[in-house]
């Protein structure tokens, strides 16, 4: 399996520190806001990463953070005179939601910068110790020029970088590439005591201290959008191999970004939509299709047009499916004929061809192209008179593909139904629990789906009123 890794500017065979599993580490968001539909692509491509490496057999450990200390969550608990706390719990709590909608699975840990100060202030005082970084009235900087390997992943040059440094030089600073780790408290902000200043920590360190502290301090793949290159991924680099003195990612990934008229979808640019607005206009697994459907280090336009295209083609193979699942009702069991055989034979050169493209840096823009074939094959080949081994391997099929791509191909109304269900299982645990009030709440929020309940002997009826 090969991946693009942005340290070396080329594709490369994935070689995973210890056999059969995977260190893996995606830069969350900050908690401020509702996530936007740009910051819904690393998760959904990481997601999926993630989602073939474990079908391929790897056991994958996956870090994602969340950043719930930060100016602008502070900002924001200023404007509506709330805590910042308040702030990053309310936001969290909704990312963890799309995500969910989105049919992103949860990271192994999912790290709150807030509760690993202990672990920041330990690599900080590390960095101090080795030379690496030094105080200043209450503010501890990140001694850039010191770590030999500095722009080695954004190809950039310290003396560039200079050169292009227009604003006055921070006079507490040695050199004006150097960054913080530390900072002392202003008025009204949160902070944590430590041994420079009662203050709270830069936003680097706390990437280069989660991932050692949950994954070692050596991983496979760090990931994130591409404009953490530089300067945050450049600086988790310096900080993580200074303070460890040990190589800190093998392969770093990078999703170029989502676009609206060709510009990146940004909250400070005004031109977003957030996953929630997204929801109600299309089902999200509309959204995960559509994103999937270009390779994740194109750029990629959202429009309307391209959402409502990436809605039909979900619908044909969703529709396939559908299709499948009724002729197995109904077909019987037979030995194959030859052009069964045959048919068998294509369908597995199309897996192979999903696997092929998946491997090649996870192609999912031509893996996606794979299933189509399958589906097109099995639209005009299954009939209620094949065998019905054939129909559920070809059923399984296009199913398990969907499912590596973390897209559930159900048609709505299949979804609905087993909403529905759920609904009706969990308000019978109710009645059995005598939790009389949860079960009649259930009822009344069935109702408003207009779904009616019939109590019969045999158990729970129901429909559509
Ligand atoms: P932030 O909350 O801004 O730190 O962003 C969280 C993640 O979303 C980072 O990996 C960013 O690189 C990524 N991201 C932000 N905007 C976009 C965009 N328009 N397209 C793709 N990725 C983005
Ligand atoms: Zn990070």
Redesign the pocket.
Same mark, same amino acid.
């Given at each position: 399996m090969k991946i693009y890794n942005t340290l070396n500017n080329k594709k490369e065979e994935l070689v995973p520190i210890e056999e059969g599993k995977i260190r893996m580490y995606v830069?969350? +968001?900050?908690v401020y806001n509702y996530i936007h539909i740009?910051?819904a692509? +690393?998760m959904i491509v990481f997601d999926t990463v993630r989602r073939y490496l474990e079908y391929k057999g790897y056991e994958v450990n996956y870090v994602s953070n969340f950043?719930d200390v930060d100016d602008k969550i502070i900002a924001k608990a200023n404007e509506e005179g709330v805590t910042a706390a308040e702030i990053a719990e309310r936001y969290t709590k909704a990312c963890l939601e799309d995500m969910n909608n989105m049919n992103v699975m949860p990271a192994t840990v999912h790290p709150k910068a807030t509760e690993e100060i202990d672990g920041m202030i330990e690599m900080i005082q590390t960095l101090i110790d080795k030379g690496y970084a030094y105080e200043k009235n209450g503010t501890v900087f990140y001694r850039t020029r010191k770590f030999q390997g500095y722009g080695k992943l954004s190809g950039k040059n310290l003396d560039d970088l200079n050169a292009g440094i227009r604003i006055a030089v921070d006079d507490e600073k040695e050199d004006p590439m150097d960054f913080v780790l530390w900072k002392p408290k202003k008025e009204g902000e949160p902070s944590w005591a430590s041994p420079w200043s009662d203050g709270r920590p830069g936003w680097h360190i706390e990437c280069s201290v989660m991932s050692n502290k949950y994954l070692g301090s050596s991983i496979d793949i760090h990931a994130?959008?591409?404009? &953490?290159v530089f300067p945050h991924h450049e600086n988790e680099i310096a900080q993580s191999e200074a303070a460890n003195g040990v190589p800190f990612s093998n392969y770093w990934m990078h999703?170029a970004? &989502?676009?609206i008229n060709n510009h990146?979808?940004?909250k400070s640019a005004g031109n977003f939509f957030t996953v929630k607005d997204i929801a109600e206009k299309y089902p999200l697994q509309v959204l995960r299709f559509f994103m999937l459907n270009a390779h994740y280090r194109s750029p990629l336009n959202f429009s309307d047009d391209l959402m409502n295209s990436a809605s039909s083609s979900l619908e044909r193979i969703c529709n396939s499916v559908s299709n499948l699942k009724h002729i197995k009702d109904v077909a019987t069991a037979r030995d194959f004929s030859d052009d069964d055989k045959n048919y068998e034979t294509t369908l597995n050169a199309l897996s192979d061809k999903f696997d092929a493209a998946m491997d090649d840096d996870f192609n999912t823009a031509d893996a996606i192209a794979a299933i189509f074939e399958i589906v097109k094959l099995a639209n005009s080949y299954i009939t209620s008179d094949s065998p019905i081994e054939l129909v559920n391997i070809s059923y399984d099929r296009i199913v398990k593909l969907c499912d590596i791509l973390g897209i559930i191909c159900k048609k709505e109304e299949e979804m609905l139904d087993e909403e529905v269900e759920a609904l009706i299982n969990e308000r019978q645990n109710a009645r059995k629990e005598r939790n009389f009030a949860r079960a009649d709440e259930i009822r009344d929020e069935l109702l408003a789906k207009g779904i009616v309940l019939e109590d019969t002997r045999e158990g729970v009826r129901w429909k559509r009123s």
């Amino acid at each position: 399996m090969k991946i693009y890794n942005t340290l070396n500017n080329k594709k490369e065979e994935l070689v995973p520190i210890e056999e059969g599993k995977i260190r893996m580490y995606v830069c969350g +968001p900050t908690v401020y806001n509702y996530i936007h539909i740009g910051n819904a692509r +690393p998760m959904i491509v990481f997601d999926t990463v993630r989602r073939y490496l474990e079908y391929k057999g790897y056991e994958v450990n996956y870090v994602s953070n969340f950043t719930d200390v930060d100016d602008k969550i502070i900002a924001k608990a200023n404007e509506e005179g709330v805590t910042a706390a308040e702030i990053a719990e309310r936001y969290t709590k909704a990312c963890l939601e799309d995500m969910n909608n989105m049919n992103v699975m949860p990271a192994t840990v999912h790290p709150k910068a807030t509760e690993e100060i202990d672990g920041m202030i330990e690599m900080i005082q590390t960095l101090i110790d080795k030379g690496y970084a030094y105080e200043k009235n209450g503010t501890v900087f990140y001694r850039t020029r010191k770590f030999q390997g500095y722009g080695k992943l954004s190809g950039k040059n310290l003396d560039d970088l200079n050169a292009g440094i227009r604003i006055a030089v921070d006079d507490e600073k040695e050199d004006p590439m150097d960054f913080v780790l530390w900072k002392p408290k202003k008025e009204g902000e949160p902070s944590w005591a430590s041994p420079w200043s009662d203050g709270r920590p830069g936003w680097h360190i706390e990437c280069s201290v989660m991932s050692n502290k949950y994954l070692g301090s050596s991983i496979d793949i760090h990931a994130g959008g591409e404009d &953490l290159v530089f300067p945050h991924h450049e600086n988790e680099i310096a900080q993580s191999e200074a303070a460890n003195g040990v190589p800190f990612s093998n392969y770093w990934m990078h999703n170029a970004f &989502l676009n609206i008229n060709n510009h990146k979808m940004s909250k400070s640019a005004g031109n977003f939509f957030t996953v929630k607005d997204i929801a109600e206009k299309y089902p999200l697994q509309v959204l995960r299709f559509f994103m999937l459907n270009a390779h994740y280090r194109s750029p990629l336009n959202f429009s309307d047009d391209l959402m409502n295209s990436a809605s039909s083609s979900l619908e044909r193979i969703c529709n396939s499916v559908s299709n499948l699942k009724h002729i197995k009702d109904v077909a019987t069991a037979r030995d194959f004929s030859d052009d069964d055989k045959n048919y068998e034979t294509t369908l597995n050169a199309l897996s192979d061809k999903f696997d092929a493209a998946m491997d090649d840096d996870f192609n999912t823009a031509d893996a996606i192209a794979a299933i189509f074939e399958i589906v097109k094959l099995a639209n005009s080949y299954i009939t209620s008179d094949s065998p019905i081994e054939l129909v559920n391997i070809s059923y399984d099929r296009i199913v398990k593909l969907c499912d590596i791509l973390g897209i559930i191909c159900k048609k709505e109304e299949e979804m609905l139904d087993e909403e529905v269900e759920a609904l009706i299982n969990e308000r019978q645990n109710a009645r059995k629990e005598r939790n009389f009030a949860r079960a009649d709440e259930i009822r009344d929020e069935l109702l408003a789906k207009g779904i009616v309940l019939e109590d019969t002997r045999e158990g729970v009826r129901w429909k559509r009123s």
